[in-house]
T-cell receptor, first 116, second 114 residues
Framework: AQSVTQPDIHITVSEGASLELRCNYS??????LFWYVQSPGQGLQLLLKYFSGDTLVQGIKGFEAEFKRSQSSFNLRKPSVHWSDAAEYFC??????????????WGLGTSLAVNP | DSGVTQTPKHLITATGQRVTLRCSPRSGDLSVYWYQQSLDQGLQFLIHYYNGEERAKGNILERFSAQQFPDLHSELNLSSLELGDSALYFCASSVGRQTTDTQYFGPGTRLTVL
């Protein structure tokens, strides 16, 4: 079945450490790929997205993500984590199909905790 | 602040009841999306409206319905509520009709069914 997987339910890092959140998808062709962040008690905010072209995508808040076709992955990274990055992170995809009835399909999320 | 507003913020009701959730999109956005976020199923797409017309449908139950009005605000109606309908309901808006357009999310309505 077509799906998006975030293997890590919860990750804890120290402030200032680097971060990588994993996302894998299962589609015959490359879907449209997104990362969203949900801060406690708030709605979701788009960090970055990938449709085509350069496989390293820069986003807001110092985040970047790399698309790797061979691994069907779109991992999110940040070189130095700040305490304010503690949040829930969601990978989402839109299937590469034409026509209507397209929808965002979401991973189950990775909860990030940041130690001072 | 995304510019998307949702009311009410919290809603507590009983099984069998009917509720209406309201969403006002960002100024200029023509698309409204509804999502349900629950602990057991995560984020699920419910329905997408563009300029008053239904454009895509997801895992929306028959007990649920939605519409987008001429002023572009949207309402999600949930009826015959069950305990399992307790969840956070988000709406999002975007400027165009494509699902791949950047979606801006509201703060959500937390529904508790007792």
């Amino acid at each position: 079945a077509q799906s998006v997987t975030q293997p890590d339910i919860h990750i804890t890092v120290s402030e200032g450490a680097s971060l990588e959140l994993r996302c894998n998808y299962s589609y015959g062709a490359t879907p449209y790929l997104f990362w969203y962040v949900q801060s406690p008690g708030q709605g979701l905010q788009l960090l970055l997205k990938y449709f085509s072209g350069d496989t390293l995508v820069q986003g807001i808040k110092g985040f970047e993500a790399e698309f790797k076709r061979s691994q069907s992955s779109f991992n999110l990274r940040k070189p130095s984590v700040h305490w304010s990055d503690a949040a829930e992170y969601f990978c989402a995809v839109v299937a590469p199909q034409a026509g209507n009835n397209r929808k965002l399909i979401w991973g189950l999320g990775t909860s990030l905790a940041v130690n001072p | 602040d995304s510019g998307v507003t949702q009311t009410p913020k919290h809603l507590i009701t009983a099984t069998g009841q009917r509720v209406t959730l309201r969403c006002s999109p960002r100024s200029g956005d023509l698309s409204v999306y509804w999502y349900q976020q629950s602990l057991d199923q995560g984020l699920q797409f419910l329905i997408h409206y563009y300029n008053g017309e239904e454009r895509a449908k997801g895992n929306i139950l028959e007990r649920f319905s939605a519409q987008q009005f001429p002023d572009l605000h949207s309402e999600l109606n949930l009826s015959s509520l069950e305990l399992g309908d307790s969840a956070l309901y988000f709406c999002a808006s975007s400027v165009g009709r494509q699902t791949t357009d950047t979606q801006y999310f509201g703060p959500g309505t937390r529904l508790t069914v007792l």
